[in-house]
Every structure is written in C-alpha cells, then in structure tokens.
C-alpha cells in the first residue's frame, strides 16, 4: 500500500467506521494490516497528526479532527495575551482563544486547537503542533539574580528567562537577539540564551537590523540558490517563444524600484485597443522543486522597507535577469488582451514570450506628460506620447467600468519616510498616486482577472485571490459613525459601502471614513476555490502580474505555462492540487506577517522622528474614537499618535456610542470623527514605538495693566 493509499485508508476508517477515537491496534485491526507494517502505519499517523487531519488523545487514542470538533491552523497573538486560530480549511472562520487558554502558544506556532462554543467561535489550544518563532529580539533585564529578555514584539506577551551561563556578556538595558531554548507551557515561562548583543538602538538602521529579526527574516540566501542564480547565462534563448520585440514596450515604476515584473505595450485599432501585459518569466528560471523554488516558496514574498528591500529571489535574479531593464532583451508571459470601443474584454491569448523595453519610465515622468502636459517631458519622450495617450484612454473606460459593476474606490494615502544624509528620517509625507499609477492598476487588474477566468474555464486547479464580502455585523458597528457625520446609507448590507463611498467622494471626511471601512473589510487571502473579489466587484481574480515578488504568482505562472503547452497529466494536475492549499495558506501568512513587519518599521521610524518634537504643539485629525481616548493624524506630518482620557486633563471624558464621540461630563466639550484638534505632543517612547499626545495646557490670559493680581 502507498503513504497516499494508506492516508486515505486511515482517514476514511476514523472518519466514517470509528464511533469514537481509537487505538493503534484498533486501527490496524481494522485495516488488516501485518505486524510488519506497524512501523510504516505509525509513520502514517504522525504525518496524520503533524497534517491536523487526525488528533493524538493523552491517552494514546487516535480520532478525526472533524469528528472531535478541532481545528488546526495557525495562532495569531495579540499584546494583551489573547489571540485567533487562522484555520488552515478553506472557508471556515478564525476561532477566538481567550488569554488563559492558549496553552503557551506563540504568534505564527501552528496549533489544534477545540472549539468549545460555536456560537461565539471560541475555543482553547489543545497542541502546538509546530514552533514558528526560533529568535526574538528584546532588552537584556537584570533583576536582583534574575536574567531575562522582554521582547520587542509586542505579541509576546511573556519575558524569556536566561540562565546566567547563557547571557553572552549581555548587560542590564543592552538590546539582544535571543534564541528560545524552552518554550512556554500553561504553567512555564520560555526560557532562552543570547545569541548576539546589539547594545543600545542609537540609530533609525539598527532599529530596522532589530525588526528584521524579530519578524525572523532573512536577507541572505542559502548556497544552493545562490548557486542556482549565478548558474544562468547572460544571453536568453529565446527559441519557442512569440517574439514581442518590435511592439513599442515601457515599464512604468516608482524613482527607486529595481526589480522591474512588468512591461506594458498598447495599439490603437479600429475596433479598440490591444494591451500587451508582459510579465517576468521567474519560471523558467526557478521550476518546481528546484533549490530557488524552495526557498522563495518558503519567503513567500518580497519584504519592501524603506531604502532597504528583502527580496523573494536572488538580486542575480530580481535586479537582473527577471527585472524587465531597458535596452535589453528578457524572457516573458504576455497576456494579449483585446478590448472593444466601450473597454469590454472581447479576446484573450497567453503565451511565453522575448521582449526588448525601450523604456525604463518613472511614475512621475508619465504623470509631468499627462497630467502636466510638461513640454520638456514631452520632447524628451516624443516617440512614446501617443501610446501615453492610448494607455490613458483605455485606462479610464477600464476604471469606469469597474467602478459601475461595484469595485470599492478607495483612495488611501500612502506614507512615504524620507531620510537624510545620516540615514535619520527628516520627514514622512503622502506618498505621490497619480494617473500613472491608476493606469498600471488598471491593467494589471486586467491581466490578473483574465487569466483567472481562463484557468478557471479550462477546469484547471489554480491559486485565486479572494476577498469574502464583510460581516453585517461588523457594517451594523459603523451605524453610529454613520449617523454622527450626518450621513445615511440609502441601502443595507455590503451595498452601503459602495453608497457611503460614494456620498463622501470628495468631501473632508472621505479619508477617515476611507479608514474605517477598510477595518471593517476582511482581509484579501489566497485560496485554491474561487468566492470572488469583493474589493474589485470580480468574479474571477489571481495574482500574476508580480512573480519576482510574490510566489502565488510563479505559481499561477507555471500552471498557466503548462496548460498552454499540453504539459498538466492527469498525474501533475493530481499533485498541482495536493500542493495548492498548503501554499495558499502559507502565501496568505507570509504577506500577513511581511505586512506586519513593514508596520513596524513605519511605527519605528514615526517615533524616530517625532522624538525631537516632544513639547511642540500640532493640529490634527480625529480618525477614530474609543472609551479610551482619540486616535488622531497631524496634518503637518503624515503621524498617527494616541490621546489617551488620562491625559485630556480639563474634564472627565465619557464615550457616547450612540453618537461616537467623547463628551466632557462637566463642561460637555465634545471631540467626535472628522473634527480637527490641537495636540501636544506629550512623549515619544521609542522603545514601544509609540507617539503619546495629550490636550494643550490652557493659556492663561495676560493681567490687565496697573491691576494687581489678588
């Protein structure tokens, strides 16, 4: 009998003929199985257990996950000590675990985990199946003959004891990176030792060094991958593939970006247009099972922080060979969308392709020609303002009929740190989204949908980027908000999105508003069954427009590649699909934790900035309201900092949650959504990466002249 074979025969035994869990004698009782096999038939359950299809009892017993109520996935901690299983089953929701019951699991360990009230999603972690986090970093604490580290990551809510041998000259207040050696249990701490001494955080760059290992990244790639990307020759073969090389061809990409995925050619017909969406071909370089397959499908994605990036691929590969450069032949898959008059998609093909870009185009540069009609611009680029012009156009009738079919339109400023010389921040601002960026948007949505669809059609298995629609409850909790802005939803559930959007489109509040609904959304993940887009109003959605970046979309590459040359058997498809689900569940974990770290690094390098300013005065916006205090967003830096009641110091503040704002008990001040305020800031705590503000000490009015005080 085959592992496979034997899996499926154990699992449908405990599933279907077991009334309750049972023992391993039991189960090969049932199977029949030789004594001989009891080996191979223990290495079975344990891939079992290890996989959470089947759950181990203390007592030796074995049963079905499904059939004892467990759910195994991934924990995610919260500071507070608390914390949610993301279930690694397509569909089902995250079970809550309360702080006395995560059985000493930490942030990224995958668990078991029972459900023990399915009203309320709730449960207790049973097993950590898996450690996810080896190293944190944290300060070196000395307390009378105790030694332990107290962990940057706020999601650890626990200190990591060192024994005294274990300290590696470490002292008292010295910033370390730790290695855990024991971890926690219900009743135990974690123990650990030093692993290095960074001393003290003086500089913004260390601080950067420190989340870097805190988030357990890693900027070097082991031997065999360098290996790999160093084996390729300079010059492409470019035998088989459609040559695209006389199409006019640009990229369009931000002032400092290196690891170019996509290129954009365009022609004007008389029935439309015919936009060439031309992408990096990183399959061909990095297939299945090969030593860069492995390792960027364990990275998952590229890690952008500012001035620093710690790419998915080798720079061999993702500033060079893959990175579509000007002025030089490159390896692609184009997808040849044809579109009518109106922007309606009316013919697609795909197929492996060489292209030459004659253009490396930034941002800006294609905004100062359309927007600003900047002659200098326009005389340096002379030959490439027409297909401008065309990608305008069809951008706009794209746009609008994705607006019409129910797209959300968010329009989210992005910070944006800039640094000087010292490599200290100097300022944080909007970062620049002009019609340059919306047009690459649009087509690369474009391309993502069609080849989504065309997967889809040809029955193939296949990563899909969904996004579920959000909770009504959760739009039920933002009624309150509504109608303190004066606003009314014309109608209800997920459609009162697209009506407040709309009504608020242009209007002062539109930013905050923009804020609160995004929280209220669920978050985009990958999965191997298509429930559509609900972000983009699309049916059908992948990501394959960035595979130097993000490994779903070498995936979808490959998948794609070989439905267009006869190459999915029967057999490949059988293992495609094995394959698939563990990878769109570790894909969507590690763009959740790269997204943390980035947070981190913008937190890190908000408080870096504004340490100097502690004192100073600064008006802002209120872009939320808690019975704790009011989140606000200054308007002369792009820095979000905390007002916390205790230090609104002129009235005891109540939360009204009818009307969600804060309102004075004595002297019935009110500070409520949208309104602007004055702030002081009160204190920068670098080590939490904190900003604290607090209300302005009254100004006292200046005595009359020749009157005496009393």
């Known amino acids: 009998m085959t592992d496979n074979k034997e899996k499926e025969a154990v699992l449908n035994f405990l599933k279907l003929k077991a009334d309750r869990p049972v023992s391993l004698r039991e189960i090969s009782g049932a199977l029949r199985m030789p004594k001989h096999e009891y080996r191979m038939l223990k290495r079975t359950l344990k891939s079992l257990i290890s996989s959470g299809d089947i759950y181990k009892t203390r007592i030796g017993l074995y049963g079905a996950a499904d059939e004892m109520s467990l759910v195994t996935g991934f924990f995610e901690a919260h500071r507070d000590g608390y914390g949610f299983v993301l279930s690694e089953k397509q569909g089902e929701q995250d079970l809550f675990i309360p702080p006395r019951k995560t059985a000493g699991a930490m942030s990224g360990d995958r668990v078991t985990a029972r459900i023990e009230n399915t009203a309320r999603k709730e449960g207790s972690i049973v097993k950590v199946i898996q450690r996810g986090q080896k190293r944190i970093a944290g ?102 593939r459609v040559d695209c090389r006389h199409l006019l061809t640009v990229t369009i990409d931000g002032e400092t970006a290196k690891d170019f995925d996509d290129a954009i050619s365009i022609e004007k017909t008389p029935d439309g247009f015919i936009l060439y969406v031309h992408i990096a071909d990183v399959s061909h370089y990095a297939p299945w099972d090969s030593a860069l397959d492995i390792e960027a499908r364990q990275r998952g994605t590229s890690v952008y922080f500012p001035h620093r990036v710690i790419p998915m691929l080798p720079k061999e590969l993702s500033n060079n060979l893959c990175s579509l450069v000007p002025k030089a032949d490159r390896l692609t898959v184009t997808a040849e969308l044809h579109f009518d008059r109106e922007g309606e998609l009316v013919k697609k093909s795909f197929y492996p392709s060489v292209i030459h870009s004659n253009e490396r185009m930034t941002y800006t540069s294609v905004s100062k020609i359309l927007v600003d009609n900047d002659l200098h611009e326009r005389r340096k680029y002379t030959d490439i303002i027409d297909s401008f012009e065309v990608m305008d156009e069809l951008c706009g009738l794209l746009r609008k009929k994705r607006i019409e079919r129910g797209s959300l339109d968010f329009d989210l400023p992005e910070p944006e740190v800039l640094f000087d010389i010292q490599g200290r921040p100097e300022a944080i601002i909007k970062a620049e989204r002009s019609l ?101 109003a699309s049916k059908s959605y992948t990501h394959f427009t960035s595979p130097i970046r993000r490994y779903p979309d070498l995936v979808v590459h490959r998948i794609l590649k070989d439905s267009l040359k006869n190459k999915l058997s029967d057999k490949k498809i059988q293992h495609i699909e094995k394959l698939l689900p563990e990878i769109a569940a570790h894909s969507s974990r590690t763009e959740r934790l790269a997204d943390e770290a980035e947070r981190e690094v913008l937190s890190a390098m908000r408080a870096w900035f504004m340490k100097d300013k502690v004192g100073d005065e600064y008006d802002g916006l209120i872009t939320d309201v808690t019975p704790y205090g009011l989140k606000i967003q200054l308007k002369d830096f792009f820095v979000e900092g905390f007002l916390h009641v205790s230090y609104m110091a002129d009235d005891y503040y109540n939360f009204d949650e009818k009307n969600y704002r804060l309102t004075g008990r004595n002297r019935r001040k009110t500070f409520a959504l949208g309104q602007t305020v004055s702030v002081r800031i009160e204190r920068v705590n670098i080590e939490e990466r904190e900003i604290v503000f607090a209300l302005p000490a009254p100004r006292r009015p200046h005595p009359t002249p020749g009157l005496r005080s009393r």
């Open 139 to 240: 300060r070196f604490c000395v307390e009378k003959n105790a030694f332990y580290v107290k962990p940057k990551n706020r999601k650890i809510p626990f200190d990591i004891y060192i024994s005294p041998k274990d300290r590696a000259e470490a002292k008292n207040g010295d910033i370390v990176i730790a290695e855990i050696t024991s971890y926690p249990t219900a009743s135990r701490p974690p123990e650990g030792r030093v692993l290095k001494v960074l001393g003290e955080v003086a500089e913004p760059k260390l601080e950067i060094d420190m989340i870097i290992e805190e988030y357990s990244l890693t900027p070097k790639f082991p031997a065999p991958a360098l290996n790999e990307a160093r084996s390729f020759p300079e010059k492409i073969n470019a035998h088989g």
């Open 436 to 536: 340059s960026h919306v047009i690459i948007e649009e087509f690369m949505i474009a391309a993502n949908e069609a080849v989504a669809s065309y997967l889809e059609d040809q029955g193939l298995p296949s990563l899909y980027r969904i996004h579920e629609k959000p909770d009504t409850s959760k739009l039920e909790e933002l009624i309150p908000v509504f109608n303190a802005l004066g606003l009314r939803a014309k109608k209800t559930g997920v459609t009162a999105f697209r009506s407040i959007l709309k009504e608020t489109k242009g209007k002062p509040e539109e930013a905050f508003l923009n804020i609160l609904l995004l929280r209220s959304l669920k978050q985009a993940k990958y999965s191997t069954e298509n429930t559509g887009h609900f972000g983009l």
